[in-house]
């Protein structure tokens, strides 16, 4: 159980073209999700956090108008990268906490999106 | 500031040996402090979680310490296997439930 999605597993486009990314919780409703972004060698950056049916809490220096993001369902989480750049390719993953838990102790990840912006 | 340091040289050991992995910090009062496994090119796995009233936890060949007047925790794999070979990350908790991540340590197991 605890399943996390996400697509696609690999995204190469153009700079200045948007991306976006999909998160599923599979076997189980979320009403928090999170997305990070891990650089090579380096530790998970938390982005923002994902919440049903409100607006996204982003982390300082994270710029909301440029990575977009919808929690439309308790199921369904989406990044949108506008008019990428280079500097944005990235390992971003996203996480979440089924209902049911009654803390956010351990988290679910997806297996990543590797983007890359030529 | 918050500090999570880890290791950031790969640990070479040989298959059969015991893998200890460390994660010191500073300027925090973690309530929780996690361990989780990464592969390349995937999303962490939780594998075990140890809250600040805790100095042991143990889950099959895993065994975590936890010394918070050293601000130090000790994750020991036991009988290490090859397929022990991945990354291994830890992260505090402070209380918000939104964990801080250090960067890692790669473990390699040589059969």
């Known amino acids: 159980g605890a399943v996390v999605s996400q697509h696609p597993s690999r995204v190469i486009c153009k700079s200045g073209t948007s991306v976006k990314i999909e998160c599923r919780s599979l076997?189980?409703?979320?009403?928090?999700m999170f997305w990070y972004r891990q650089f090579p060698k380096k530790s998970l950056m938390l982005m923002a956090t994902?919440?049903?049916?409100?607006?996204?809490?982003?982390e300082q220096g994270v710029e909301k108008d440029k990575f977009l993001i919808n929690h439309a369902s308790l199921t369904l989480s989406t990044l949108t990268v506008t008019s990428a750049h280079p500097e944005d390719s990235s390992f971003y993953i996203c996480?979440?906490?089924?209902?049911?838990?009654?803390?956010?102790?351990?988290?679910?990840f997806g297996p990543g999106t590797r983007l890359t912006v030529l | 500031s918050q500090k999570i340091e880890q290791n950031s040289e790969a640990l070479n050991i040989q298959e059969g040996k015991t893998a200890t992995l460390t994660c010191n910090y500073t300027n925090y009062s973690p309530a929780y402090l996690q361990w989780y496994r990464q592969d390349p090119g995937r999303g962490p796995v939780f594998l075990l979680l140890?809250?600040?009233?805790?100095k042991e936890k143990r889950k099959e060949r895993l065994k975590v310490t936890f010394d918070t007047t050293l601000k130090q925790s000790l994750f020991h794999i036991t009988a290490s296997q090859p397929a022990d070979s991945a990354t291994y990350l830890c992260a505090l908790d402070g209380g918000s439930y939104i964990p801080t991540f250090g960067r890692g340590t790669s473990l390699i197991v040589h059969p």
């Open positions: 994902s919440n049903e049916g409100s607006k996204a809490t982003y």
């Open positions: 140890i809250r600040e009233n805790e």
């Open positions: 996480s979440a906490f089924p209902l049911a838990q009654s803390s956010y102790n351990e988290q679910f």
């Open positions: 076997d189980f409703q979320a009403t928090t």
